[in-house]
Protein backbone atom coordinates (compact mmCIF):
# COMPACT_ATOMS: atom_id res chain seq x y z
CA UNK A 1 0.00 0.00 0.00
CA UNK A 2 2.71 2.18 0.94
CA UNK A 3 4.66 1.38 -2.21
CA UNK A 4 1.45 2.15 -4.61
CA UNK A 5 0.85 5.50 -2.61
CA UNK A 6 4.74 7.03 -3.30
CA UNK A 7 3.82 5.95 -6.95
CA UNK A 8 0.75 8.00 -7.07
CA UNK A 9 2.33 10.75 -5.43
CA UNK A 10 5.55 10.68 -7.51
CA UNK A 11 3.86 11.25 -10.95
CA UNK A 12 2.86 14.10 -9.68
CA UNK A 13 6.62 15.88 -9.87
CA UNK A 14 8.24 16.82 -12.94
CA UNK A 15 9.84 14.17 -14.76
CA UNK A 16 13.61 16.09 -14.42
CA UNK A 17 12.73 16.06 -10.47
CA UNK A 18 12.87 12.74 -10.16
CA UNK A 19 16.27 11.75 -10.51
CA UNK A 20 17.40 13.92 -7.76
CA UNK A 21 13.95 12.39 -5.66
CA UNK A 22 15.23 9.27 -5.70
CA UNK A 23 18.55 10.10 -4.14
CA UNK A 24 16.60 10.07 -0.81
CA UNK A 25 16.56 6.77 0.22
CA UNK A 26 16.72 3.51 -1.46
CA UNK A 27 13.07 2.69 -1.20
CA UNK A 28 11.83 5.54 -3.03
CA UNK A 29 14.95 5.04 -5.66
CA UNK A 30 13.33 1.56 -6.33
CA UNK A 31 9.12 3.11 -6.50
CA UNK A 32 10.82 5.82 -9.41
CA UNK A 33 13.25 3.03 -11.25
CA UNK A 34 10.68 0.18 -11.75
CA UNK A 35 7.55 2.11 -11.36
CA UNK A 36 7.47 5.60 -12.18
CA UNK A 37 10.38 6.22 -14.86
CA UNK A 38 8.86 2.79 -17.23
CA UNK A 39 5.54 3.86 -16.88
CA UNK A 40 5.23 7.56 -16.74
CA UNK A 41 8.16 9.68 -17.35
CA UNK A 42 9.23 11.00 -20.88
CA UNK A 43 12.40 12.80 -21.27
CA UNK A 44 12.63 14.78 -24.37
CA UNK A 45 16.45 15.60 -25.41
CA UNK A 46 16.36 18.73 -27.10
CA UNK A 47 18.79 21.53 -28.73
CA UNK A 48 16.63 24.54 -26.77
CA UNK A 49 16.66 25.06 -22.51
CA UNK A 50 13.74 25.33 -21.26
CA UNK A 51 14.05 28.19 -19.73
CA UNK A 52 16.88 30.55 -21.35
CA UNK A 53 15.88 29.24 -24.94
CA UNK A 54 19.25 29.49 -25.92
CA UNK A 55 20.53 26.73 -28.41
CA UNK A 56 22.39 23.96 -26.25
CA UNK A 57 25.32 21.75 -27.85
CA UNK A 58 23.21 18.27 -28.39
CA UNK A 59 26.64 16.54 -27.53
CA UNK A 60 26.56 18.16 -24.56
CA UNK A 61 22.97 16.98 -23.55
CA UNK A 62 23.32 13.59 -24.63
CA UNK A 63 26.83 13.65 -22.54
CA UNK A 64 25.54 14.07 -19.62
CA UNK A 65 21.91 11.92 -20.01
CA UNK A 66 24.40 8.75 -20.88
CA UNK A 67 25.57 8.95 -17.19
CA UNK A 68 22.68 9.56 -15.72
CA UNK A 69 22.09 6.97 -12.95
CA UNK A 70 18.92 5.97 -14.24
CA UNK A 71 17.68 4.75 -17.47
CA UNK A 72 14.79 6.19 -19.01
CA UNK A 73 12.35 4.31 -20.75
CA UNK A 74 10.95 6.59 -23.11
CA UNK A 75 12.81 9.37 -25.32
CA UNK A 76 11.74 11.77 -27.41
CA UNK A 77 14.55 13.01 -29.12
CA UNK A 78 14.90 16.35 -31.38
CA UNK A 79 18.05 16.02 -33.83
CA UNK A 80 18.94 19.60 -35.12
CA UNK A 81 21.26 18.88 -38.14
CA UNK A 82 22.24 15.62 -40.13
CA UNK A 83 25.75 15.91 -38.44
CA UNK A 84 24.84 15.06 -34.58
CA UNK A 85 24.25 10.89 -35.25
CA UNK A 86 28.01 10.64 -36.50
CA UNK A 87 29.09 12.34 -33.09
CA UNK A 88 30.53 9.73 -30.90
CA UNK A 89 28.30 11.27 -27.83
CA UNK A 90 25.04 10.05 -30.21
CA UNK A 91 26.57 6.97 -30.19
CA UNK A 92 27.12 6.23 -26.65
CA UNK A 93 24.07 7.60 -25.44
CA UNK A 94 22.52 4.75 -27.10
CA UNK A 95 24.89 2.24 -26.27
CA UNK A 96 24.17 3.39 -22.74
CA UNK A 97 20.40 3.45 -23.00
CA UNK A 98 19.19 1.51 -25.69
CA UNK A 99 18.63 -1.52 -24.48
CA UNK A 100 16.27 0.15 -21.49
CA UNK A 101 14.39 1.96 -23.94
CA UNK A 102 10.33 1.15 -24.42
CA UNK A 103 9.23 3.98 -26.35
CA UNK A 104 11.12 6.61 -28.78
CA UNK A 105 9.94 9.91 -30.34
CA UNK A 106 12.42 10.91 -33.35
CA UNK A 107 12.24 14.17 -34.50
CA UNK A 108 14.89 14.67 -38.07
CA UNK A 109 14.50 15.20 -41.20
CA UNK A 110 15.23 11.74 -42.39
CA UNK A 111 16.22 8.37 -41.82
CA UNK A 112 20.18 8.29 -42.69
CA UNK A 113 22.61 5.55 -42.19
CA UNK A 114 24.43 7.37 -39.03
CA UNK A 115 20.86 7.13 -37.51
CA UNK A 116 20.17 3.76 -38.14
CA UNK A 117 23.11 2.59 -37.26
CA UNK A 118 21.98 2.72 -33.56
CA UNK A 119 18.54 1.22 -34.09
CA UNK A 120 20.16 -2.59 -33.09
CA UNK A 121 20.77 -1.48 -29.66
CA UNK A 122 16.65 -1.22 -29.28
CA UNK A 123 15.82 -4.49 -29.23
CA UNK A 124 13.65 -3.62 -26.22
CA UNK A 125 11.91 -1.05 -28.25
CA UNK A 126 8.05 -1.29 -27.82
CA UNK A 127 6.53 2.04 -29.47
CA UNK A 128 8.44 4.15 -32.22
CA UNK A 129 7.65 7.86 -34.05
CA UNK A 130 9.35 9.31 -36.16
CA UNK A 131 8.70 12.72 -36.68
CA UNK A 132 9.89 13.83 -40.28
CA UNK A 133 10.34 17.64 -41.37
CA UNK A 134 10.55 16.64 -45.27
CA UNK A 135 7.44 15.87 -47.01
CA UNK A 136 9.64 14.85 -50.24
CA UNK A 137 8.99 11.30 -51.44
CA UNK A 138 12.47 10.57 -52.58
CA UNK A 139 15.94 10.45 -50.71
CA UNK A 140 18.69 8.11 -50.83
CA UNK A 141 17.83 4.72 -49.03
CA UNK A 142 20.31 3.81 -46.72
CA UNK A 143 22.13 0.86 -46.85
CA UNK A 144 21.76 -0.41 -43.38
CA UNK A 145 17.78 -0.35 -43.06
CA UNK A 146 17.89 -4.11 -43.35
CA UNK A 147 19.94 -4.22 -39.98
CA UNK A 148 18.23 -1.39 -38.45
CA UNK A 149 14.71 -2.48 -38.71
CA UNK A 150 14.77 -6.34 -38.23
CA UNK A 151 16.74 -5.16 -35.04
CA UNK A 152 12.83 -4.33 -33.63
CA UNK A 153 11.95 -7.55 -32.64
CA UNK A 154 9.37 -6.21 -30.13
CA UNK A 155 8.27 -3.37 -31.43
CA UNK A 156 4.35 -2.91 -31.48
CA UNK A 157 3.36 0.63 -32.18
CA UNK A 158 4.70 2.61 -35.02
CA UNK A 159 3.46 6.00 -35.92
CA UNK A 160 5.04 8.51 -38.87
CA UNK A 161 4.51 11.56 -39.28
CA UNK A 162 4.69 12.98 -42.30
CA UNK A 163 6.33 10.02 -44.78
CA UNK A 164 9.76 8.18 -43.94
CA UNK A 165 10.31 6.26 -47.21
CA UNK A 166 13.03 4.46 -45.81
CA UNK A 167 10.49 2.96 -43.23
CA UNK A 168 7.75 2.18 -46.17
CA UNK A 169 10.19 0.99 -49.12
CA UNK A 170 11.54 -2.03 -46.28
CA UNK A 171 8.14 -2.54 -44.33
CA UNK A 172 9.29 -6.03 -45.49
CA UNK A 173 12.06 -5.81 -43.18
CA UNK A 174 9.77 -5.22 -39.80
CA UNK A 175 8.00 -8.83 -40.41
CA UNK A 176 9.76 -10.18 -37.03
CA UNK A 177 7.74 -7.45 -35.10
CA UNK A 178 4.05 -7.81 -34.06
CA UNK A 179 2.39 -4.53 -34.68
CA UNK A 180 -0.55 -3.90 -32.31
CA UNK A 181 -0.89 -0.23 -33.81
CA UNK A 182 0.06 1.64 -36.50
CA UNK A 183 -0.26 5.48 -37.16
CA UNK A 184 0.52 7.24 -40.63
CA UNK A 185 -0.64 10.87 -39.91
CA UNK A 186 -0.37 14.16 -41.86
CA UNK A 187 -0.16 12.65 -45.82
CA UNK A 188 -2.26 10.95 -47.68
CA UNK A 189 -0.75 7.17 -47.40
CA UNK A 190 -1.00 5.31 -51.04
CA UNK A 191 -2.59 2.00 -50.67
CA UNK A 192 0.35 0.02 -52.94
CA UNK A 193 2.41 1.31 -49.59
CA UNK A 194 -0.37 0.24 -46.72
CA UNK A 195 -0.59 -3.22 -48.24
CA UNK A 196 2.46 -4.92 -47.64
CA UNK A 197 2.41 -3.89 -43.71
CA UNK A 198 -1.44 -5.06 -43.46
CA UNK A 199 -0.51 -8.04 -45.27
CA UNK A 200 2.00 -8.93 -42.65
CA UNK A 201 0.46 -7.51 -39.45
CA UNK A 202 -3.05 -7.65 -39.99
CA UNK A 203 -3.45 -10.61 -37.56
CA UNK A 204 -2.30 -8.37 -34.36
CA UNK A 205 -3.17 -4.93 -35.58
CA UNK A 206 -5.67 -3.21 -33.46
CA UNK A 207 -4.96 -0.16 -33.95
CA UNK A 208 -4.90 1.92 -37.24
CA UNK A 209 -4.76 5.80 -38.46
CA UNK A 210 -4.48 6.68 -41.96
CA UNK A 211 -5.38 9.29 -43.99
CA UNK A 212 -6.16 8.32 -48.40
CA UNK A 213 -7.15 9.80 -51.28
CA UNK A 214 -10.13 7.61 -51.67
CA UNK A 215 -12.12 5.75 -48.58
CA UNK A 216 -13.18 3.21 -51.14
CA UNK A 217 -10.46 1.78 -51.97
CA UNK A 218 -8.81 1.90 -48.01
CA UNK A 219 -12.68 -0.13 -46.72
CA UNK A 220 -12.31 -2.45 -49.27
CA UNK A 221 -8.75 -3.65 -48.66
CA UNK A 222 -9.31 -3.49 -44.77
CA UNK A 223 -12.83 -5.77 -45.42
CA UNK A 224 -10.80 -8.09 -47.74
CA UNK A 225 -8.81 -9.27 -44.52
CA UNK A 226 -10.90 -11.75 -42.16
CA UNK A 227 -8.40 -12.12 -39.36
CA UNK A 228 -8.04 -8.51 -38.90
CA UNK A 229 -9.72 -7.50 -35.51
CA UNK A 230 -9.78 -3.84 -35.25
CA UNK A 231 -10.62 -1.37 -31.77
CA UNK A 232 -9.35 1.48 -32.64
CA UNK A 233 -9.92 2.59 -36.22
CA UNK A 234 -9.56 6.68 -37.44
CA UNK A 235 -9.47 7.00 -41.11
CA UNK A 236 -9.44 10.01 -43.28
CA UNK A 237 -9.90 10.77 -46.97
CA UNK A 238 -9.71 13.89 -49.50
CA UNK A 239 -13.44 14.03 -50.11
CA UNK A 240 -14.50 14.19 -53.65
CA UNK A 241 -15.40 10.78 -53.96
CA UNK A 242 -18.47 7.82 -54.76
CA UNK A 243 -20.43 7.09 -52.00
CA UNK A 244 -18.51 4.23 -50.17
CA UNK A 245 -21.98 3.29 -47.18
CA UNK A 246 -21.93 0.04 -48.09
CA UNK A 247 -17.97 -0.99 -47.72
CA UNK A 248 -18.19 0.94 -44.72
CA UNK A 249 -21.37 -1.06 -43.27
CA UNK A 250 -19.42 -4.17 -44.39
CA UNK A 251 -16.63 -3.36 -42.35
CA UNK A 252 -18.91 -2.37 -39.44
CA UNK A 253 -20.14 -6.12 -39.74
CA UNK A 254 -16.42 -7.16 -39.77
CA UNK A 255 -15.61 -5.60 -36.74
CA UNK A 256 -18.10 -5.44 -34.64
CA UNK A 257 -15.69 -5.21 -31.68
CA UNK A 258 -14.76 -1.40 -32.30
CA UNK A 259 -14.20 0.54 -29.32
CA UNK A 260 -13.13 4.03 -31.15
CA UNK A 261 -14.07 4.83 -34.59
CA UNK A 262 -13.19 8.21 -36.64
CA UNK A 263 -14.25 8.67 -40.36
CA UNK A 264 -12.75 11.74 -41.45
CA UNK A 265 -15.65 12.01 -44.63
CA UNK A 266 -19.01 12.77 -45.09
CA UNK A 267 -21.18 9.95 -44.40
CA UNK A 268 -24.78 9.49 -45.63
CA UNK A 269 -27.97 8.45 -43.44
CA UNK A 270 -27.50 4.72 -43.99
CA UNK A 271 -24.12 4.74 -42.71
CA UNK A 272 -25.11 6.68 -39.65
CA UNK A 273 -28.23 4.80 -39.02
CA UNK A 274 -26.34 1.52 -39.28
CA UNK A 275 -23.71 2.15 -36.40
CA UNK A 276 -26.01 0.87 -33.53
CA UNK A 277 -27.02 -1.84 -35.91
CA UNK A 278 -23.32 -3.50 -35.93
CA UNK A 279 -21.06 -1.87 -33.47
CA UNK A 280 -22.84 -2.88 -30.27
CA UNK A 281 -19.89 -1.98 -27.97
CA UNK A 282 -18.42 1.47 -29.71
CA UNK A 283 -17.09 3.57 -26.66
CA UNK A 284 -16.23 7.01 -28.76
CA UNK A 285 -17.03 7.82 -32.33
CA UNK A 286 -16.24 10.99 -34.44
CA UNK A 287 -18.43 12.01 -37.68
CA UNK A 288 -18.99 14.20 -40.34
CA UNK A 289 -22.61 14.41 -41.69
CA UNK A 290 -24.99 16.63 -43.46
CA UNK A 291 -27.43 16.16 -40.55
CA UNK A 292 -28.64 13.45 -38.51
CA UNK A 293 -32.41 13.19 -39.07
CA UNK A 294 -32.37 9.57 -36.81
CA UNK A 295 -30.98 10.59 -33.78
CA UNK A 296 -32.34 8.03 -32.25
CA UNK A 297 -29.76 5.72 -33.31
CA UNK A 298 -26.63 7.23 -31.46
CA UNK A 299 -29.07 6.98 -28.07
CA UNK A 300 -29.00 3.37 -29.06
CA UNK A 301 -25.11 3.03 -28.34
CA UNK A 302 -25.27 1.86 -24.77
CA UNK A 303 -21.70 2.40 -24.40
CA UNK A 304 -20.73 5.63 -25.88
CA UNK A 305 -18.49 7.72 -24.02
CA UNK A 306 -16.88 10.68 -25.98
CA UNK A 307 -19.44 11.53 -29.42
CA UNK A 308 -17.90 14.37 -31.71
CA UNK A 309 -19.65 15.82 -33.93
CA UNK A 310 -19.09 18.08 -37.25
CA UNK A 311 -22.59 18.68 -38.73
CA UNK A 312 -24.03 20.87 -41.46
CA UNK A 313 -27.58 21.25 -40.00
CA UNK A 314 -29.10 19.49 -36.97
CA UNK A 315 -32.81 21.25 -37.29
CA UNK A 316 -34.17 18.03 -37.12
CA UNK A 317 -32.67 16.97 -33.72
CA UNK A 318 -35.33 14.97 -31.33
CA UNK A 319 -34.89 16.74 -27.73
CA UNK A 320 -36.50 13.62 -26.16
CA UNK A 321 -34.05 11.96 -27.22
CA UNK A 322 -31.72 11.22 -24.40
CA UNK A 323 -27.81 9.94 -25.43
CA UNK A 324 -26.99 9.02 -21.40
CA UNK A 325 -24.09 7.69 -21.94
CA UNK A 326 -21.97 10.11 -23.36
CA UNK A 327 -19.62 11.98 -20.92
CA UNK A 328 -17.40 13.75 -23.46
CA UNK A 329 -19.04 16.37 -26.24
CA UNK A 330 -17.80 18.32 -29.00
CA UNK A 331 -20.06 19.69 -31.41
CA UNK A 332 -19.21 21.78 -34.57
CA UNK A 333 -22.26 23.08 -36.91
CA UNK A 334 -22.18 24.94 -39.76
CA UNK A 335 -25.90 26.13 -40.33
CA UNK A 336 -26.57 29.38 -38.79
CA UNK A 337 -29.66 28.41 -37.17
CA UNK A 338 -28.88 25.96 -34.78
CA UNK A 339 -32.03 23.82 -32.90
CA UNK A 340 -31.03 24.49 -28.91
CA UNK A 341 -32.57 20.61 -28.83
CA UNK A 342 -29.35 19.32 -29.04
CA UNK A 343 -28.07 19.94 -25.79
CA UNK A 344 -30.98 18.23 -24.02
CA UNK A 345 -29.89 15.18 -25.11
CA UNK A 346 -26.96 14.74 -23.09
CA UNK A 347 -27.62 14.70 -19.73
CA UNK A 348 -24.18 13.43 -18.15
CA UNK A 349 -21.66 15.46 -20.09
CA UNK A 350 -18.89 16.58 -17.74
CA UNK A 351 -16.52 17.89 -20.85
CA UNK A 352 -18.29 19.93 -23.60
CA UNK A 353 -16.41 21.66 -26.20
CA UNK A 354 -17.94 23.75 -29.03
CA UNK A 355 -17.26 25.01 -32.14
CA UNK A 356 -18.54 28.02 -33.97
CA UNK A 357 -18.23 27.24 -37.58
CA UNK A 358 -20.43 30.19 -38.92
CA UNK A 359 -18.67 32.53 -36.19
CA UNK A 360 -21.37 35.34 -35.24
CA UNK A 361 -24.54 33.91 -36.27
CA UNK A 362 -24.91 30.52 -34.45
CA UNK A 363 -25.41 32.37 -31.02
CA UNK A 364 -27.29 34.65 -31.88
CA UNK A 365 -30.47 33.40 -30.25
CA UNK A 366 -30.90 34.30 -27.23
CA UNK A 367 -33.23 30.67 -26.64
CA UNK A 368 -30.04 28.67 -27.78
CA UNK A 369 -27.86 30.46 -25.14
CA UNK A 370 -30.44 29.65 -22.34
CA UNK A 371 -30.58 26.17 -23.25
CA UNK A 372 -26.84 25.15 -23.35
CA UNK A 373 -26.43 26.62 -19.93
CA UNK A 374 -29.06 25.24 -18.69
CA UNK A 375 -28.00 21.69 -20.36
CA UNK A 376 -25.06 22.09 -18.98
CA UNK A 377 -24.64 22.72 -15.23
CA UNK A 378 -23.31 19.85 -14.25
CA UNK A 379 -20.41 19.90 -16.93
CA UNK A 380 -16.49 20.09 -15.51
CA UNK A 381 -14.44 21.19 -18.73
CA UNK A 382 -16.36 23.80 -20.61
CA UNK A 383 -14.69 24.36 -23.63
CA UNK A 384 -16.37 28.01 -25.59
CA UNK A 385 -13.06 29.22 -26.46
CA UNK A 386 -14.05 29.02 -29.85
CA UNK A 387 -17.74 30.26 -29.31
CA UNK A 388 -18.75 33.79 -29.97
CA UNK A 389 -20.83 34.54 -27.08
CA UNK A 390 -22.07 38.14 -26.36
CA UNK A 391 -22.28 39.53 -23.31
CA UNK A 392 -25.65 40.53 -23.41
CA UNK A 393 -26.50 36.76 -24.16
CA UNK A 394 -24.43 35.63 -20.81
CA UNK A 395 -25.64 38.21 -19.00
CA UNK A 396 -29.70 37.90 -19.58
CA UNK A 397 -31.54 37.51 -16.43
CA UNK A 398 -32.85 34.32 -18.25
CA UNK A 399 -29.96 32.60 -18.62
CA UNK A 400 -28.15 30.44 -15.72
CA UNK A 401 -24.98 31.97 -14.71
CA UNK A 402 -21.35 30.67 -14.26
CA UNK A 403 -21.90 30.65 -10.57
CA UNK A 404 -24.64 28.19 -10.84
CA UNK A 405 -22.24 25.56 -12.77
CA UNK A 406 -20.91 24.57 -9.03
CA UNK A 407 -19.01 21.65 -10.90
CA UNK A 408 -16.76 23.46 -13.25
CA UNK A 409 -13.36 22.83 -12.92
CA UNK A 410 -12.02 24.30 -16.38
CA UNK A 411 -13.49 27.14 -18.47
CA UNK A 412 -12.48 28.20 -21.55
CA UNK A 413 -14.19 31.37 -22.50
CA UNK A 414 -14.11 33.94 -25.52
CA UNK A 415 -16.26 37.03 -25.14
CA UNK A 416 -15.07 40.25 -27.39
CA UNK A 417 -17.30 42.46 -25.87
CA UNK A 418 -16.56 41.04 -22.49
CA UNK A 419 -16.40 43.82 -19.47
CA UNK A 420 -16.02 43.23 -15.89
CA UNK A 421 -20.26 42.16 -15.26
CA UNK A 422 -18.95 39.08 -17.02
CA UNK A 423 -16.74 38.38 -14.39
CA UNK A 424 -19.04 39.24 -11.83
CA UNK A 425 -20.59 35.51 -13.03
CA UNK A 426 -17.89 33.59 -11.88
CA UNK A 427 -18.25 32.61 -9.03
CA UNK A 428 -16.34 28.97 -9.39
CA UNK A 429 -14.94 27.70 -6.08
CA UNK A 430 -13.99 24.39 -7.70
CA UNK A 431 -12.52 26.06 -10.36
CA UNK A 432 -8.52 24.72 -11.63
CA UNK A 433 -8.15 26.33 -14.94
CA UNK A 434 -9.53 29.81 -16.25
CA UNK A 435 -8.84 30.66 -19.68
CA UNK A 436 -10.02 34.65 -21.10
CA UNK A 437 -9.13 35.26 -24.70
CA UNK A 438 -10.18 38.20 -26.34
CA UNK A 439 -11.50 40.23 -23.36
CA UNK A 440 -10.70 43.83 -24.24
CA UNK A 441 -12.59 45.52 -21.43
CA UNK A 442 -11.80 44.05 -18.34
CA UNK A 443 -10.06 45.85 -15.64
CA UNK A 444 -8.83 45.68 -12.40
CA UNK A 445 -12.56 45.90 -10.79
CA UNK A 446 -13.51 42.33 -12.13
CA UNK A 447 -10.38 40.85 -12.10
CA UNK A 448 -11.20 41.56 -7.96
CA UNK A 449 -14.26 39.59 -8.01
CA UNK A 450 -12.66 36.54 -10.15
CA UNK A 451 -9.78 35.87 -7.75
CA UNK A 452 -12.13 36.10 -4.95
CA UNK A 453 -14.87 33.90 -6.66
CA UNK A 454 -12.24 31.45 -7.84
CA UNK A 455 -9.39 31.29 -5.90
CA UNK A 456 -8.00 27.87 -6.31
CA UNK A 457 -7.23 28.42 -9.73
CA UNK A 458 -3.49 26.99 -10.74
CA UNK A 459 -3.74 27.57 -14.59
CA UNK A 460 -4.67 31.24 -15.81
CA UNK A 461 -4.79 32.23 -19.41
CA UNK A 462 -5.65 35.80 -20.33
CA UNK A 463 -5.21 36.93 -24.16
CA UNK A 464 -5.99 39.98 -26.27
CA UNK A 465 -6.51 43.06 -23.58
CA UNK A 466 -5.28 46.30 -24.96
CA UNK A 467 -5.85 48.66 -22.54
CA UNK A 468 -8.15 47.38 -19.53
CA UNK A 469 -5.60 44.98 -17.84
CA UNK A 470 -2.88 47.08 -15.84
CA UNK A 471 -0.42 46.41 -13.29
CA UNK A 472 -2.37 47.02 -10.53
CA UNK A 473 -4.87 43.90 -11.53
CA UNK A 474 -1.55 41.20 -12.24
CA UNK A 475 -0.25 42.47 -8.52
CA UNK A 476 -3.79 41.29 -7.06
CA UNK A 477 -3.72 38.24 -9.55
CA UNK A 478 -0.53 36.93 -8.07
CA UNK A 479 -1.24 37.82 -4.41
CA UNK A 480 -4.53 35.80 -4.41
CA UNK A 481 -3.94 32.93 -6.40
CA UNK A 482 -1.85 30.95 -3.93
CA UNK A 483 -2.16 28.05 -6.36
CA UNK A 484 -1.23 29.51 -9.66
CA UNK A 485 1.44 27.13 -11.35
CA UNK A 486 0.83 27.86 -14.69
CA UNK A 487 0.38 31.77 -15.75
CA UNK A 488 0.15 32.73 -19.63
CA UNK A 489 -0.07 36.04 -20.91
CA UNK A 490 -0.93 37.30 -24.63
CA UNK A 491 -1.31 40.70 -26.14
CA UNK A 492 -2.02 42.47 -23.20
CA UNK A 493 -0.60 45.79 -24.05
CA UNK A 494 -1.03 48.09 -20.90
CA UNK A 495 1.59 45.82 -18.61
CA UNK A 496 4.57 46.96 -18.12
CA UNK A 497 7.79 45.80 -16.15
CA UNK A 498 6.23 45.99 -13.14
CA UNK A 499 4.60 42.68 -13.41
CA UNK A 500 7.16 41.05 -13.53
CA UNK A 501 8.30 41.97 -10.38
CA UNK A 502 4.55 41.15 -9.05
CA UNK A 503 5.04 37.65 -10.72
CA UNK A 504 8.67 37.37 -8.81
CA UNK A 505 7.45 38.34 -5.20
CA UNK A 506 4.33 36.31 -5.15
CA UNK A 507 4.70 33.39 -7.21
CA UNK A 508 6.50 30.72 -5.09
CA UNK A 509 5.23 27.90 -6.95
CA UNK A 510 4.81 29.05 -10.84
CA UNK A 511 6.20 26.14 -12.77
CA UNK A 512 5.16 27.58 -16.47
CA UNK A 513 5.10 31.37 -17.22
CA UNK A 514 4.49 32.55 -20.95
CA UNK A 515 4.53 36.10 -21.84
CA UNK A 516 4.08 37.30 -25.06
CA UNK A 517 3.31 40.46 -27.43
CA UNK A 518 3.15 42.42 -23.67
CA UNK A 519 4.53 45.35 -25.46
CA UNK A 520 4.39 47.65 -22.24
CA UNK A 521 7.21 44.72 -20.84
CA UNK A 522 10.23 45.86 -21.86
CA UNK A 523 12.73 44.09 -20.45
CA UNK A 524 15.21 41.86 -22.71
CA UNK A 525 14.99 38.43 -22.70
CA UNK A 526 18.73 38.12 -20.73
CA UNK A 527 17.35 40.86 -18.09
CA UNK A 528 14.13 38.91 -17.92
CA UNK A 529 15.99 35.76 -17.49
CA UNK A 530 18.00 37.01 -14.35
CA UNK A 531 14.83 38.78 -12.65
CA UNK A 532 12.69 35.27 -12.85
CA UNK A 533 15.52 32.79 -11.94
CA UNK A 534 14.57 34.13 -8.48
CA UNK A 535 11.13 31.71 -8.91
CA UNK A 536 12.95 28.53 -7.96
CA UNK A 537 10.00 26.40 -9.37
CA UNK A 538 9.89 27.82 -12.86
CA UNK A 539 10.86 24.89 -14.63
CA UNK A 540 9.37 26.29 -18.73
CA UNK A 541 9.38 29.91 -19.47
CA UNK A 542 8.92 31.43 -22.89
CA UNK A 543 9.48 35.29 -22.95
CA UNK A 544 9.31 37.32 -26.08
Known amino acids: MAMQLLEKIFTFLPVNELVTVSLVCSSWCDVIRTFVLPKYAMLHVR ?22 PFPWAHVKLTIP ?35 LSVFPTL ?26 LTSLKALKHLRLHLPSYTVLRNVGFLGGAR ?24 RTLRELTVRVEEMKPLLTLLNSYEELKLFRLN ?7 DDFSDALIRLYEQQPQLRSLTIGSELSLRAVDALPKKLHHLQELEIIAE ?13 LRRLTLCLYDVRAWDETVQIEGVTELSLAVTFPLISPAIFCSFPNVHRLYLEDVDDDTLMRDIVVVRTLMECMRNVRVLDLENFVFKEREILNDGVVRFEEMESLECLKYSCRDMSDASLLTMSLPNLRELYLT ?45 HLRMLVLVNLRALTNASLDAIVNNCFYLQQLTITHCVGITLGKAEAIEKLSVVKSLKNLVYS
Open 179 to 202: LVSLSLERFEMELHHLKPLLNDHH
Open 438 to 482: HCPNVSTKGLTRLVSGCPLIERLHLESNKSGFEDDGMELITRKLT
Open 81 to 115: NEDLPARSEFVQFFHQQGHSLKSLTLQCTQLTADL
Open 123 to 148: YNLESLCIVSESESLYGPVPTNAETA
Open 291 to 303: SINNCKALSELRF
Open 235 to 241: VKSAGNE
Open 47 to 68: PVHPVTHQLVAMETVLKEQAVK
